[in-house]
């Protein structure tokens, strides 16, 4: 089985086409956490368009590649790139935030293509490592990608999921921290400081990289080089911006609980198109 959408050469289009579809359905819905969905698209359509295995016919095949969002908040990137490989049409996007849509402010597995359903932070590794570990005791071939945001590292819960997974030896387990420096209220470093985080990681036991997370050859050389390291998990810290590809939103706090209004918007779209 082929990866996804193997006809997409063009990582950036699909980023862009990403980017623009997550800022109509978040000023659509009157929503939030736009930021936080701009800094990981270029990761994820990464993984959506050269990384991963799956099948959008048939969302369940057991050999796919697993994905979890545990930064849950940052939805619209996902179901966006979700109709870009065609687990679901850009006509659903349309309902995103709505009354009885499937398409929820906090991801849910009620969405074709999505794994688990997550919100409260610090969830999704944990999630990760069990598919992780199941993979291996059933000599099953596939990987678990988990998508992790900086803020969420103050979550004791990861730190537990980070030590099961390197004394199992999950190396079919790649965790990716989205390091854009800010959460909700205001920088990584004032709310709770974490670094030095590689140094962290190796101690824990996981094999490291540290990329530019908008540089989509080094996202992809290591992305699909995991497990870098036979016998441990693999953690792609990737140095991000909070709110990437729209000028007034990049490096910006503010846009983690704003939604732009229609103005705005048609800035943000003009901006897009005009790096195309």
Known sequence: MSSVIQGIVDTQEFARRMRANALRMVQRARASHIGSALSICDIVAVLYGQVMQLDPSQPAWVERDRFILSKGHACVAIYAALAEAGFITEADLLSYGQDHSMLMNHISHKVPGVEFSTGSLGHGLSFGVGKALAAKKRGQTWRTFVQLSDGELGEGSNWEALMFAAHHGL??????????????????????????????????????????????????????????????????????????????????????YRSPDAEQLEQALKELQAHA
């Open 171 to 256: 190396d079919n387990l790649v965790a990716i921290i989205d390091y854009n420096k800010l959460q909700s209220l205001t920088t990584v470093e004032k709310t709770l400081r974490i670094e030095p985080l590689a140094d962290k990681m190796r101690a824990f036991g996981w094999s490291v990289r540290e990329v530019d997370g908008h540089d989509h050859q080094a996202l992809s050389e290591a992305l699909a080089g995991a497990p870098w390291q036979s016998g441990q998990p693999s953690v792609l810290i990737a140095h991000t911006i909070k709110g990437r590809g729209v000028s007034f939103m990049e490096n910006s706090v503010d846009w983690h």
